[in-house]
């Protein structure tokens, strides 16, 4: 199994997505490679957790309903800014190069739907500052 060749051991990660077929399929894989996994269909939601627990990992979906991911990063920005370095977003969107450019100046991995597992989780070890396993 790919989730194997990746350590993500102990990281707790917030799953969000308004898919829940998408946060399903993630969460399994993650957790194969040893992550605790939490999981919301919810912005509003997400912000609460958030707001409430330190996560080593958030996938955030960008397009979801309101609150949507960009609200999310806002609000991430103004109470929990570390947080941004260990953050992947999702899209199934092409966005422009300013776009794209405002991310990485933040340090924020993008993962374009559909994506294959191993991105998945090579991005989540290198957003996690670790390395895969041997």
């Given at each position: 199994m790919v989730a194997q060749a990746f350590d993500l051991h102990d990281a707790r990660v917030l799953v969000v997505d308004d898919w829940p077929e998408v946060v399903s399929l993630i969460s399994e894989i993650l957790a194969q490679a040893?992550?605790?996994v939490e999981t919301v269909t919810d912005g509003s939601e997400a912000i609460h957790r958030l707001a409430q627990s330190r996560y080593d990992l958030l996938i955030l979906d960008l397009g979801m309903p309101q609150p949507d991911g960009w609200?999310?990063?806002d609000f991430m920005r103004e109470?929990?800014?570390?947080?941004l370095e260990h953050t992947i977003v999702l899209t199934g969107r092409r966005y422009d190069k300013e776009v794209r450019?405002?991310?990485?100046?933040?340090d924020i991995e993008v993962l374009y739907?559909?994506?294959s597992?191993?991105?998945l989780l090579e991005l989540s070890v290198r957003a996690?500052?670790?390395r895969p396993a041997a």
């Amino acid at each position: 199994m790919v989730a194997q060749a990746f350590d993500l051991h102990d990281a707790r990660v917030l799953v969000v997505d308004d898919w829940p077929e998408v946060v399903s399929l993630i969460s399994e894989i993650l957790a194969q490679a040893g992550a605790q996994v939490e999981t919301v269909t919810d912005g509003s939601e997400a912000i609460h957790r958030l707001a409430q627990s330190r996560y080593d990992l958030l996938i955030l979906d960008l397009g979801m309903p309101q609150p949507d991911g960009w609200e999310i990063l806002d609000f991430m920005r103004e109470a929990v800014p570390e947080a941004l370095e260990h953050t992947i977003v999702l899209t199934g969107r092409r966005y422009d190069k300013e776009v794209r450019g405002r991310l990485a100046r933040r340090d924020i991995e993008v993962l374009y739907k559909p994506f294959s597992l191993e991105m998945l989780l090579e991005l989540s070890v290198r957003a996690l500052g670790r390395r895969p396993a041997a």
